[in-house]
């Protein structure tokens, strides 16, 4: 029996540093689905946020992510986030993480939404890969750690309202039963699960996130019978390089507009100039919906992102690895690149106590798929990596309240797989991300996602009549991924369909404006009906 004392699920910034942290209390699993460094955390680019100059203060970071979250940020969970961020910071610097600096002391940039420069970077603009580089060779000195990639979390081992491990399926030599080809199901207990397998962005069809990102632990968590806040609220990145016939959606960061740069319509016209006193620089939310508008009423697929009057020399220093990503495919970055939105952060998630607690016992949340109530109804800039080691960190701690689990109970294996179904999978999330992109995107209407719900319900009826067909004893690999991937297109739509206005990252033609009627979280959990939750009423408390 493999047991241990943590077991953490993903390898993206949240997982790594819960990891490391829990190491100094226990035994410690990290079960990656793909490669340790494959994650949103490595690609990260622009920073991290946080209060260090002596000019800025907690309490204006607070109040940017408040205006950011447009009413719907839990004031305590920003409060810690403000507040602990410095003393993370402080910690990882003085164990030998390096930010860039200038004439000595840290170098701060600006993005949108923030009125103060803080945003912390690193080899330029690969913070994430440097900020993650440095976490996991912080837990490589750990004894206590192992690291099982190409292992994916099927299911939580749940009795009794209680998570005593994870199923998975694992191709790891290290996990993998002997002779199988394919991989095998493997079961892994632990006195704490962490999920910190990040968001669902990767649903849709142009996404700045990696294919890994597609909502798993969210439709298992759900499944499990977890709350799930939220999830109407996605953010679109407003400046992804534009390519003809791709999806992939190259992100270029905010922190390039953080510069100068500008965004021009296709008569180069500074059409963010009359919309907004920040311009470039407004929320995303309003960037990308803008840039959107433009595009239709342009009839072009993308903008134009000009560098042009800028520094030069001193662009290609601060964005070596954008420049070197824009030259792979035919551009520079110095000059003017094609830009269009992307798919890029989930707002919502599971719902989270301000340490990570969850509806089940014994299991965690952090990062990109918890909802802490921080972002609201939009992301502030560079907010989520500093999230990630707040709020692992408080996950840890707290676990140590909680104790060993007394007893395990007995679980079966239940999964097989047969690669011959993955073209079929392959087929099934293609037309689920175009539905996605189609109806649920930057732009939606009452009409869209009830046509989108429809085809979602559809596809999902016809995936049952399958199975059903199929008969069989086992859980078939495939057909579960295809089943979460639906379950998350409908937790998305859901709520969208039912919030009737237009707030942060949800945007509905026919409800343009914010309704204070609908100035509540959406609440939805398997088996009930979808409800609401007042703001700051403490309804993540439990
Ligand atoms: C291109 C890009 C740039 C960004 N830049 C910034 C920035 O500058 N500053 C900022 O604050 N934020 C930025 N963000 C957002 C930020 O990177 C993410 O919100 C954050 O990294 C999330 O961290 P995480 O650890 O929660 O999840 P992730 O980093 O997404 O990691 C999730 C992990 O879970 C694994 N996983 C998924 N499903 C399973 C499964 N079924 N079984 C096992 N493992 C699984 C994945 O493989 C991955 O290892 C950026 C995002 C992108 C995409």
Redesign the pocket.
């Known amino acids: 029996m493999h047991k241990f004392d943590y077991i953490i699920?993903?390898?993206?910034?949240?997982?790594l540093y819960a990891a490391y942290k829990a190491s100094f209390k226990g035994s410690v699993a990290i079960?990656?689905?793909?490669l340790l460094r494959?994650?949103?955390?490595?690609?990260?680019?622009?920073?991290?946020?946080v209060v260090t100059a002596c000019d800025d203060d907690p309490q204006i970071h607070k109040s940017d992510t408040l205006i950011a979250g447009r009413g719907l940020c839990e004031e305590a969970s920003v409060d810690i986030l403000v507040n602990d961020g410095p003393d993370r910071i402080a910690e990882i610097i003085a164990e030998g993480m390096k930010f860039d600096t200038e004439g000595g002391a840290l170098a701060l940039g600006l993005e949108g939404g923030h009125h103060k420069r803080r945003i912390l970077h690193a080899g330029g603009d690969s913070?994430?890969k440097w900020t993650t580089e440095f976490v996991i060779s912080k837990v490589a000195e750990r004894p206590n750690v192992e690291v099982f990639e190409n292992?994916?979390?099927l299911d939580l081992l749940i009795s009794d309202g209680v998570c005593y491990g994870v199923r998975?399926w694992s191709e790891n030599e290290k996990l993998a039963a002997e002779g199988s080809d394919n991989g095998s199901e493997v079961l892994l207990y632990a006195n704490h699960v962490f999920l910190?397998?990040?968001?669902t962005?990767a649903i849709y069809a142009r996404t700045?996130?990696?294919e890994?990102?597609?909502g798993?632990?969210l439709a298992i968590a759900y499944n499990a019978g977890c709350r799930i806040v939220d999830m109407e609220f996605i953010q679109f990145h407003p400046s992804a390089l534009y390519q003809k016939d791709s999806t992939k959606a190259i992100?270029i960061?905010e922190a390039v507009r953080g510069e100068g740069a500008h965004l021009l319509d296709k008569r180069g016209r500074r059409f963010m100039v009359p919309i907004h006193e920040l311009a470039e620089l407004a929320p995303r939310d309003i960037v990308a919906r803008s840039i959107f508008k433009q595009m239709q009423k342009d009839g072009v697929p993308n903008v134009t992102l000009s560098l042009r009057h800028l520094d030069s020399a001193k662009i290609l220093k601060r964005f070596p690895g954008i420049q070197a990503k824009c030259k792979e495919y035919g551009h520079d970055l110095t000059q003017e690149i094609p830009v269009a939105p992307a798919a890029?952060?989930t707002v919502g998630g599971i719902a989270s106590n301000l340490n990570g607690r969850t509806d089940i016992g014994r299991l965690y949340v952090?990062?990109?798929?918890a909802a802490t109530g921080i972002m609201g109804a939009n992301r502030l800039?560079?907010?989520?990596?500093?999230e990630?080691l707040v709020f692992a960190n408080r996950a840890v701690e707290d676990s140590v309240q909680v104790g060993q689990a007394l007893q395990t109970p007995h679980f079966d294996k239940k999964f097989c797989r047969d690669d011959a179904n993955s073209e079929a999978y392959v087929a099934l999330k293609s037309e689920i991300s175009n539905i996605m992109n189609r109806y649920a995107g930057i732009v939606r209407s009452e009409e869209g996602l009830t046509k989108g719900l429809n085809k979602i319900a559809a596809l999902k009826a016809q995936l049952e009549e399958r199975v059903a067909a199929r008969g069989g004893e086992c859980r078939e690999f495939y057909e579960e991924a295809s089943r979460r991937l639906l379950t998350v297109a409908s937790l998305i739509m859901t709520p969208a369909l039912m919030r009737k206005e237009s707030r942060g990252g949800h945007y509905r033609e026919d409800y343009a404006c914010a309704d204070e009627a609908f100035a509540v979280h959406s609440v939805q959990q398997k088996g009930k009906d979808i409800t609401t939750a007042e703001v700051n009423a403490n309804c993540f408390n439990f």
């Not at 494959?38 to 946020?49: C, K, L, P, R, V």
């Not at 910190?196 to 968001?199: A, V």
């Open positions: 699920v993903g390898s993206g910034l949240a997982g079960i990656t689905k793909s494959e994650s949103n955390s490595f690609n990260a680019q622009g920073g991290i946020a913070t994430g292992t994916t979390l998975c910190t397998s990040g968001g962005s700045t996130n990696p890994t990102t597609v798993d632990g992100l960061s890029h952060y952090c990062g990109e798929i800039a560079s907010n989520s990596l500093i990630c």
